[in-house]
């Protein structure tokens, strides 16, 4: 049984951060892999500093071809929209349950509005939870202590994909913050720069 830890995301763009947390729980936690879960473009919500999926799913490909225990899955693409993390589950135990055990990823930050999530008992229920630490956030949830919630040592990392746009847009140099070829294909493509 192949255990997989499910890191959901818009991803716009992927960074250092996200990458080294992933990596971190493939390599110092009982995962075998860790999927990244590419969030959709809703077509409800255009936001302009959201890219299309296709180049999201791009950036990611190029930031994880060299780790072999990394993934990235488009399951989201098919699901109807709004999209919930529950249905996400269903489908995904639909199609690799038989030889997959799943487990989610999140941050410290949005561990506290768990309980606010779409059938978040079934998911704590039915799914482990591994969480990696923000400097954000320090105080303890009312799911801290729980038996499948297995707080992590993963580095902090700080970098937002929202600093990564806004720091793009005024032209500041953020190569070091992105994988070489996310950089790469994000210059080339001209992403986030100023109007």
């Known amino acids: 049984m192949k255990k997989v830890g499910l890191f959901f995301g818009t991803f716009n ?7 080294v947390i992933a990596q971190y729980l493939a390599e110092f936690t009982e995962m075998d892999e860790v999927w990244f879960v590419l969030t959709p473009r809703s077509p409800f919500k255009m936001k302009k500093t959201l890219l299309d999926n296709n180049h999201r799913y791009q950036m990611i490909y190029e930031a994880i071809k060299e780790y072999p225990n990394l993934k990235v899955s488009t399951i989201e693409f098919k699901l109807p929209q709004p999209n919930y993390t529950i249905n996400t589950l269903v489908h995904l135990e639909e199609k690799h349950g038989a030889d997959h055990d799943f487990s989610l990823i999140m941050g410290s930050d949005n561990l506290r509005h768990f309980h606010k999530w779409k ?3 079934a998911i ?17 949830t009312p799911f801290s202590d729980h038996p499948k919630v297995h707080m992590t040592e993963a580095p902090v990392m700080e970098i937002s994909s929202t600093f990564i746009r806004k720091a793009r847009k005024e032209g500041k140099d953020i190569r070091a913050m992105l994988p070489e070829a996310v950089w790469a294909y994000m210059d080339e493509m001209n992403f986030y720069k100023g109007s």
Do not use: A, K, M, V
Request: charge should be negative; charged fraction near 20%; glycine fraction near 4%.
């Open 13 to 19: 763009p992927i960074h250092l951060g996200h990458l």
């Open 119 to 121: 059938n978040y008992e």
């Open 124 to 140: 704590l229920e039915n799914y482990s939870i591994y969480i990696y630490p923000r400097i954000t956030e320090h105080s303890d």
